[in-house]
């Protein structure tokens, strides 16, 4: 079995270990040492790789993305359009993001970032608060982690309002479905997940119109990618305190320009597309297990 890996934002290093510690007997190379050569791989594991990779490798069987998001992937002019495509569906990011959505609803709800300013003034001053599980949390795209951070909510006594294009079968919580709909979803959300991928029909979905659709004093956790949300927009309802606040993880232009606005924003707290790291172990057992179907003749879980 000739596997390829190129990832090169990351610690390849990762991948390489938990490949030769679960599939010992694959034959497997980085892109940058081979590139030059003529040695051609069957699956190819990658993560925002060169175009030239795709002139490159012909004999490819099948390619998998090193996460959840393929936007950086379809943007390549020479992306193979008769290779299967497989995506990790969740791979233990599931957790890191629902940790991180906990957090964002606890931050604003239980007022931490008041009593953080509080404390630099040394003001004995409680808030008043309600308790989170009489709050909605909408997740917006129910894809696997969407899914999961729905279904984990649910589980721990919150209230869980979901939102996809079409129905999902068996989730356990609340849904509604199709763009029809959207604005009356929003309406209900107290606090809004942002699971959604970058795709033609999501860019600025959540425009002026729709974040004033949200309830005043509605937070806005973003963990899904940045070009759904208009910034502009967003910024507004936070500076005229419509929204309580946003915990952004992803953003339309990355790294987030030192100049952007953003970084100055009281009421919003930035992190550096963080809230759920790929699983290298995980990612690399998934992967295996679906090479296992192809060679089997089973190939399942595509884009």
């Given at each position: 079995?000739?596997?390829?890996l ?16 679960f599939?010992?007997?694959a ?19 990658v ?6 990779l795709?002139?490159h490798?012909?004999q490819l069987?099948?390619i ?18 008769d290779?299967p ?7 233990g990011?599931g ?14 709800g ?13 003001l ?7 308790c989170?599980?009489t ?6 795209g129910?894809?696997p982690l ?9 589980q ?9 294009r079409?129905?999902?079968p068996?989730?356990?919580f609340?849904?509604?479905?199709g ?19 970058a795709?033609?029909?999501?860019y600025?979905l959540l ?15 973003s ?7 208009d910034?502009?927009a ?8 419509h ?15 030192k100049e ?10 930035i ?15 998934q992967?295996?297990?679906d ?13």
């Amino acid at each position: 079995m000739r596997i390829l890996l190129s990832s090169p934002l990351t610690d390849q290093g990762f991948y390489l270990d938990a490949m030769h510690k679960f599939c010992p007997y694959a034959d497997i190379r980085l892109w940058e040492d081979i590139k030059k050569s003529d040695w051609q791989a069957e699956y190819a594991l990658v993560w925002k790789p060169e175009n030239e990779l795709f002139l490159h490798q012909t004999q490819l069987r099948a390619i998998f993305n090193l996460g959840a998001g393929i936007d950086a992937l379809e943007k390549l002019p020479d992306l193979p359009q008769d290779i299967p495509l497989y995506k990790l569906r969740d791979a233990g990011m599931g957790q890191w993001m629902l940790e991180y959505v906990l957090y964002g609803m606890i931050h604003f709800g239980r007022h931490l970032d008041h009593y953080r300013n509080h404390q630099k003034r040394q003001l004995w001053q409680p808030e008043l608060t309600h308790c989170l599980q009489t709050r909605k949390a909408g997740i917006l795209g129910l894809g696997p982690l969407g899914v999961f951070v729905g279904q984990q909510l649910t589980q721990l006594g919150y209230s869980v309002l979901g939102w996809s294009r079409s129905p999902k079968p068996d989730l356990g919580f609340e849904q509604i479905n199709g763009y029809d709909d959207l604005d009356t979803f929003l309406s209900r959300c107290q606090f809004l997940v942002n699971l959604l991928p970058a795709k033609d029909e999501t860019y600025h979905l959540l425009n002026e119109h729709r974040l004033m659709q949200l309830p005043r004093g509605a937070v806005v956790i973003s963990v899904g990618r940045g070009c759904v949300i208009d910034e502009h927009a967003l910024l507004v309802q936070l500076q005229t305190q419509h929204l309580r606040g946003a915990l952004l993880d992803v953003f339309e232009h990355e790294p987030l320009a030192k100049e952007h606005p953003f970084w100055q924003q009281e009421n919003l707290v930035i992190t550096p597309h963080m809230a759920a790291p790929t699983q290298h172990e995980e990612a690399i057992k998934q992967i295996l297990a679906d090479i296992l179907d192809i060679e089997l003749g089973n190939g399942h879980n595509l884009i």
